[in-house]
Structures are given as structure tokens and as C-alpha cells.
């Protein structure tokens, strides 16, 4: 009896975790030749859409970068209106990956950076992406790249600006029909055992 139950508990928990894990929001990939917002000293600010229940677990963002520097961490925050902390925030270190040298001016290094290792509930609705006080070497500029992709964005040293490349990933919180099904399943063989123990 007690095996039944804790089959029927782990069955339960599978519902619960995130259904499916990947890409919660495409802002469009790293461009390179538009342009790149300051975000050591200013904040930029740009808005993503979620269209069911998930859990945000990373991020990844387009950074032109001073020669030979690498952004170590930097300041995140998601809210629900620009600039906003109200759904959750916090500076965490940034791992990145060279992607080759924008060519506006042809001197800038391109990385894709992501933060991970977040757990940040969201429900089907419009957020905010805001990042700030990247920390690299001698606090040297380090811009988020521009590509004009669908997000609205906002820069507090110039107003309204083309968006950023970014994604937002995670998983979904809704268990997808196939999750639901082994769920009733295995309720239906556990009772049936249960049924045929007592009999």
C-alpha cells in the first residue's frame, strides 16, 4: 500500500514540473550592425511577451564589448511596466561566447551572454527585460546590441530606441496533454492493483 502511494506522488510531481523547456521569448538574434546601448552606466530596458504559465530559468543577451574585455555579471530585472523590479530581479554573473566583431565601426568584439540558474514564475502576460551595471574590466562600456527586433525598448539616457537581441527561456508550467495522460494511467493501474490486493 505504501508503494502505491508513493507511485502516486511521483506521479503527481511530474505534472507540476515544467512541461516542456526551451525558448520563451526570440527577440531576434545577435545583429552587429545598427547599434549597442551603454549598460555599465545607464539602463536598458526592452519588453517580452509570455502566452501561457512557464518558468523563466535563463536569458541570453548581444553585447558589444571593449577589446579584450568579458562581462563577468551583471544587474537584471523583470517588471511588469519599464525599468520595474516587481517580479523579480538581482545581479548574477554572466557567462558569454565570442561571436565575432560588429561592423559599424569594426572594432567591437560580439558575445552572446546568458544568465542562468534563475527561477522566475511568470504568468501569460507583457514583462520587461532590464539590465544595468554590467561589471567588466576597469568599468569599461559594454553596449547591448541593437536589432530592431519586435520587443519596445527604452533607454534612460535617450527615450524610446530600436530593441535588443535577447531571449528569454524557461519552461512551460501547463502539463502538456501526454503528461496528463500517463498521469491517469498510472492512477488507473495503481487503483486497479489496490483493488485486486484487497479482493
Not at 579584450?68 to 548574477?92: C, E, L, N, R, Y
Amino acid at each position: 500500500m505504501k508503494k502505491l502511494i508513493v507511485c502516486l506522488f511521483t506521479l503527481c510531481l511530474l505534472t507540476v514540473v515544467p512541461a516542456s523547456a526551451g525558448v520563451l521569448y526570440n527577440n531576434g538574434p545577435l545583429s552587429g550592425t545598427i547599434a549597442a546601448y551603454n549598460i555599465v552606466a545607464y539602463e536598458v530596458t526592452d519588453s517580452f511577451v509570455i502566452s501561457s504559465p512557464a518558468t523563466m530559468t535563463s536569458f541570453d543577451f548581444g553585447s558589444w564589448n571593449v577589446r579584450g574585455d568579458v562581462i563577468s555579471a551583471v544587474f537584471w530585472a523583470v517588471g511588469t511596466t519599464p525599468f520595474a523590479t516587481d517580479v523579480a530581479s538581482g545581479t548574477s554573473p554572466v557567462s558569454s561566447v565570442y561571436e565575432g566583431v560588429e561592423s559599424v565601426y569594426g572594432v567591437f568584439p560580439l558575445y552572446t551572454n546568458t544568465v542562468s540558474g534563475l527561477s522566475v514564475p511568470l504568468i501569460a502576460g507583457t514583462y520587461w527585460l532590464s539590465l544595468t551595471s554590467a561589471s567588466v574590466p576597469n568599468q569599461h562600456p559594454a553596449y547591448w546590441d541593437e536589432n530592431d527586433g519586435a520587443s519596445t525598448a527604452y533607454f534612460t539616457g535617450a527615450g524610446l530606441i530600436g530593441s535588443e537581441a535577447f531571449d528569454i527561456n524557461g519552461g512551460s508550467s501547463v502539463p502538456e496533454p501526454g503528461s496528463m495522460g500517463l498521469l491517469g494511467g498510472g492512477i488507473l493501474l495503481m487503483l486497479g492493483a489496490l483493488r485486486r490486493k484487497i479482493a
